[in-house]
Structures are given as C-alpha cells and as structure tokens.
C-alpha cells in the first residue's frame, strides 16, 4: 500500500497562492495515480485535481480549473498543488491519495491509500 503524507495547508488571504505537498512512497514510473480530495465544513469531500505518475497526464475538477496546477516531482517522489486565486470556497481539509491506476479518477472508491489531511483556511 502506497504511504502518503501532506504538507503545506495553512492561512492564506483571498487572491493569494498557497502550494500542498504529497510525498509518495511510490516510483513516479509506475502506473499509480495521485490526487487531491478536499473536505469543506459539512460539505461532502469531493474532488480537485489527479495526476498520473507515468506520463503526467492530468484532470481537474471545473471549480478549480485555471486555479489550481497538479505537478509532480520525480526526484522526490512528491505531487503538488499548487492553489492560486483562492477564494472562501477553497477552505477545507485537503487530502491526497492514490489509485492504481488512471480509471475513474473522481470517485472516491477508486482510491485505496489516503494521507492524513491538511487544512487550507482562506481569509477574506
């Protein structure tokens, strides 16, 4: 099972950029995939953003599309998020984790390890 730990949640003011981490235990060759979930308050966790580690082929959600920017880092084994333009709506616990593969990437079921979780509080 793929090892996933998140960094970089924080305070961030609206307008401004914050970048998330994911260090992976996994090569950045394999087939796996890596994506972003966030969960606002009473809100349901729903998607943001996956990439594949093999190819770099990557999808968003439309609420962030334009915003946010999945990239990875084969030398560190680590998946970013880059978040710019945050608003209100972006405040939320975010969490990365992994599929096995690039089928049905939005769906939760799909993705069998999970990181703990970071939080991102936007500020008006």
């Known amino acids: 099972q793929v090892q996933l730990v998140e960094s970089g949640g924080g305070l961030v003011q609206a307008g401004g950029s914050l970048r998330l981490s994911c260090a992976a235990s996994v090569r950045t060759s394999s087939s796996v995939t890596v994506g972003w979930f966030r969960q606002a308050p009473g809100k349901a966790r729903e998607f943001v953003a996956a990439?594949?580690?093999?190819?770099?082929?990557?999808y968003y959600a439309e609420s962030v599309k334009g915003r946010f920017t999945i990239f990875r880092d084969n030398a560190r084994n680590t998946v970013y998020l880059q978040m710019n333009s945050v608003n209100s709506e972006d405040t939320a616990v975010y969490y990365c984790?992994?599929?096995?593969?690039?089928?049905?990437?939005?769906?939760?079921?799909?993705?069998?390890?999970w990181g703990q979780g970071t939080q991102v509080t936007v500020s008006s």
């Open positions: 990439i594949r580690l093999s190819g770099g082929s990557t």
């Open positions: 984790a992994a599929a096995p593969d690039w089928i049905n990437i939005r769906e939760q079921y799909r993705y069998n390890s």
